[in-house]
């Protein structure tokens, strides 16, 4: 891994205890000013998963400092692509990346673009590790963290050409929507990392997030959605449509989650912005 200052001691908050009930007080130690989009299950791995983590996680994962929790980022750390990957390249971020199903395939057809993984379930970094150290994939990095965090301080402002947000979780009760990461808060954050013109994109299978995706984007004033006109699924009874749709993105390949979600009779949404021109 690189060398990077040693990690503070893993914190013991309660969202990081290996519980998959929900706390009522889960994801909001104080050195967070929102709540996360996770509850940690746990980050032990076993079997073909630990051995991956041995084998492939010095190439692939970066070793970034924490400042609290483990899955936080300390905020002095800067991510330097062009040391990481030893080229300048296009880059493209993908929050959330889960097992790692479309960013590999990405990182394997793209070899000219540098693609950056961040997810805080190891266990689906591991799976990534699996698909990715076989392949020897050189433009390829995976971090461990938050994601909100790492667009907020890790990347360098504008240094971003895509993000990638494919099926976050929806937490769908009314009192969880808190917990979404796809909220208003995170505008600012994607708008940061993007390079002027740089592309967002987004995709999810619930069509009430769908919904609330669509809403959080329009009022996005530094985003130019490139399919306004474009309606999406109905979400109301009276079968309001969700407005400012793209086509499914060629570059997603249907992965095992999205598969699971349409033999649920679950259609995916897509949405793709571009970020307009900083003044
Ligand atoms: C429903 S899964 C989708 C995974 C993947 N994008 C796919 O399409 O198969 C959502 C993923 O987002 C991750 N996640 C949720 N909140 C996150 C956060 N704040 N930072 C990083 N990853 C997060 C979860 O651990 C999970 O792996």
Redesign the pocket.
């Known amino acids: 891994m690189s060398t990077l200052p040693p990690r503070t001691p893993a914190d013991t908050n309660a969202h990081h205890a290996p519980s998959t009930a929900m706390r009522p007080e889960a994801g909001t130690g104080n050195y967070r000013p929102e709540p996360?989009?996770?509850v940690r299950r746990g980050s032990r791995l076993q079997g073909r998963r630990q051995q991956a983590w041995d084998e492939y996680a010095p190439q692939f994962v970066i070793d970034v400092p924490r400042l609290e929790a483990d899955?936080s980022v300390d905020p002095a750390y800067l991510f330097d692509a062009k040391a990481t990957f030893g080229r300048e390249a296009k880059l493209v971020v993908?929050?959330?990346?889960?097992?790692g199903?479309?960013i590999v395939h990405a990182a394997r057809t793209n070899p000219d673009t540098d693609f950056l993984a961040?997810?805080?379930?190891r266990p689906?970094l591991a799976q990534t590790l699996q698909k990715a150290g076989p392949l020897g994939l050189t433009n390829l990095r995976l971090i461990e963290?938050?994601?909100?965090e790492v667009l907020a301080t890790t990347l360098s402002e504008g240094t971003v050409d895509e993000l990638w947000v494919?099926?976050?979780?929806p937490w769908h009760k009314t009192r969880h929507h808190k917990r979404r990461?796809v909220k208003d808060s995170l505008v600012p954050l994607a708008a940061r990392v993007l390079k002027d013109g740089g592309t967002w994109r987004l995709a999810t299978d619930w069509v009430e997030y769908a919904a609330h995706i669509a809403e959080v984007l329009r009022t996005a004033e530094q985003f130019e959605n490139q399919h306004p006109d474009t309606l999406g699924l109905p979400y109301t009874e009276d079968g309001e449509r969700i407005a400012g749709v793209a086509p499914r993105f060629a570059g997603r390949i249907l992965?095992?989650?999205?598969n699971k979600a349409r033999e649920a009779g679950r259609e995916a949404t897509d949405f793709e912005l571009v970020r307009t021109p900083r003044p």
């Open positions: 996360v989009s996770f899955t993908e929050i959330g990346s889960g097992l199903e479309a961040v997810e805080v379930y689906g963290a938050n994601a909100p494919f099926f976050p979780d990461l992965t095992s989650f999205e």
